[in-house]
Structure formats: C-alpha cells, structure tokens
C-alpha cells in the first residue's frame, strides 16, 4: 500500500482513513474488532477516533470508542500497526473547550483508556472562541514535549481561523499540521476555496470526514421509499431533490466504467476515489460497522479516475 505524508506532521499513512465514531455504538466490541482487523489485514493504518464518541447515545458517557480501539490494541498487539488520532474539546461530563489545563487533563484521559503511552495525532476537535489560540497551542506543544502527542491539527476550522492559528505557531507554541474538515462530493463548499487554498499553501494535510455524506453518496437512498432503510434516512429527504439525484446519476456512470479487485465499482468507492484523486487531500475518512461494509470500501484505493471521470462528477 502506497503511503502518503499526512502534511509536515512527520507522518505517512494509507490513503483511507477508517472512522472510529460507530466503535462501541453501531458496532459492539466484537464487530469492532472484525472491522479493524479487515482494515489493517487489507493494508490500511490510521484509525481516527475521539474522546467524545459515542457520548450522544443514550447511556454513554463518550470515551466509549477509545476504550474499544485501546482493547484492539492491545488484545492484537497491534500499537505499532496503526496511526492513532484522536481529539479533544467537545462536551465530556469532565469539562470541554481548547484551555491548557483542559487539554493536559482530557489527553491523560484518552491516553489512559487507549491504553498507550503516545498518541500520533491529536486534534483541536472544534474552535474554542472562548480560549486564546496561543494558550491552545502552547497546551498541545507541552503534550509534545512530554511525548504523549507526536503532532497536532485542526477539526473544524474555517480559513480565518486556521490562519490565525498558522500564524501564531512557532516557539512555545505547537503548529497545526493537519486539517480534518466537513468535505465531500456533495458538501464541497465548507473547504473548496480560500480553506483548501490555505492548506495547499501551507503544506497541511487533510483528512475530510462525511466523506459518503452519512451513507447518501452510496447510493442507498434514491427516492422518499428509501428513506426508511435506516435511522439517518429521515435526513436525506432534502438531499432527493437539487443536486443531489443529478450527482447519483453521475456517479452512476462513473461506476460503471470500472471494475476493482471485487469487481465492479460502487458508488461508494467513487465518493472515496474522488477525494483521493483532490490534490489536497491526503486521505479520506470512512465508517464501517462490519467488516463486510468495509471490504466495500477499501477498493476506492485502487480506482483511478480519469479527468473525464472527474469533470463528470462536477455537477
């Protein structure tokens, strides 16, 4: 598997990233482990979780995904395997926001139930206007100097932001390395423009999630029937008229022209191989809850989109 480098982080990873937002929620442990040993079996490595995930299901507290991934580990042995990332800053019953003595405290936190002594990439998950961008960042370059962070990023952040925070590394203060926005083949208008450009000019990597758009972008949801076949559909009723069904058809014709390992293309795959193929993207990130799911899903490495293939999917 061809790695790329995540940025100026220092690290390299697969071009899939698996999303561990569903470990311990839509997936139970047992699931859990299917799906990240078939991640890893078929040459993946970063896994990409957060301290708040699943803390909106009822009866969890958050914490619950890396509990899970830090089990995995350690039951496979897997720690050298795989490029951990994780978060800090949205609402635990402990506290939340960027303020130093709240990042030290929540990164000991997950460290603990990750049950490891280096986290490889740790995100701001959200802005916090409450709290002065150098505080943060000088909180995140201590976790640096103490070892139990290797590089730091940006969850969230609009280009003003970001720049702000570019602008005010350097010295006692850690430098975002990469971005993880809300991008993809339906949503584009949060990162293309001045962000993207932003991170193109300072070398960050980008990791974007909803990168199927919640399960629109595989096709599963075509007309107001459909909406029934799970608990996200009521919120793709919006999404059958506009661009939507004109993006589907597209992709349609896009899937049709290719074949993978597993056969013919899915839409999935597009969705994915498309922001593959964005020049500044470095990896997409993707859910599964079976292992099933995610040998849909790994195949988009293989699939090269023509520029013809790409210029349809501009609707």
């Known amino acids: 598997m ?6 100026k982080s220092g690290l390299e990873i697969a071009p899939l990233v ?3 937002n569903v470990f311990g929620w839509t997936a139970d442990k047992d699931a859990s482990f299917a799906v990240l040993d078939a991640f890893v079996g078929a040459g993946f490595d970063a896994v990409d979780t957060a301290d708040v995930y699943s803390r909106w299901a009822p009866g969890h507290q958050g914490g619950e995904s890396e509990t899970v991934l830090g089990e995995w580990m350690k039951a496979r042995r897997s720690r050298g395997k795989i490029t951990l990332i994780t978060k ?3 609402e635990m019953p402990a506290g939340k926001g960027l303020k130093a ?5 929540a990164c000991e936190a997950s460290l603990k139930r990750l049950q490891v002594e280096t986290i490889d990439l740790y995100f701001s998950h959200f802005p916090d206007k409450d709290t002065p961008i150098d505080e943060t960042l000088e909180a995140h370059q201590r976790l ?3 070892g139990k962070v290797r590089a730091v990023g940006g969850s969230n952040y609009d280009a003003a932001g970001l720049k702000q925070a570019l602008d005010a590394a350097g010295g006692s203060k850690a430098r975002y390395t990469v971005l993880q926005p809300h ?3 339906l949503v584009r208008d949060q990162y293309e423009g001045a962000l993207e450009d932003l991170c193109a000019k300072e070398g960050l990597g980008v ?3 909803f990168a199927l758009a919640s399960g629109f972008l595989t096709g599963k949801y075509r007309t107001e029937a459909d909406l029934k076949k799970s608990a996200r559909g009521g919120r793709m009723k919006e999404l059958l008229s506009g661009r939507g069904p004109k993006l589907l058809a597209a992709m349609d014709g896009v899937a049709a022209k290719h074949t993978t390992s ?3 293309a899915t839409l999935a795959q597009v969705a994915l191989a498309w922001l593959m193929a964005r020049p500044s993207v470095t990896a997409p990130i993707a859910s599964a809850t079976t292992a099933a799911q995610l040998k849909e899903l790994t195949p988009a490495a293989e699939l090269k989109l023509s520029a013809d293939d790409l210029k349809s999917l501009d609707v």
Do not use: C, D, M, T
């Open 2 to 7: 061809q790695k790329r480098k995540l940025g």
């Open 207 to 209: 990791i974007p999630y």
């Open 101 to 105: 003595a709240y990042i030290q405290q």
């Open 88 to 90: 800090v800053g949205s």
């Open 183 to 185: 991008y993809n083949l």
């Open 144 to 146: 640096i100097e103490q």
């Open 18 to 20: 698996l999303g561990g």
């Open 262 to 264: 597993q056969g013919g």
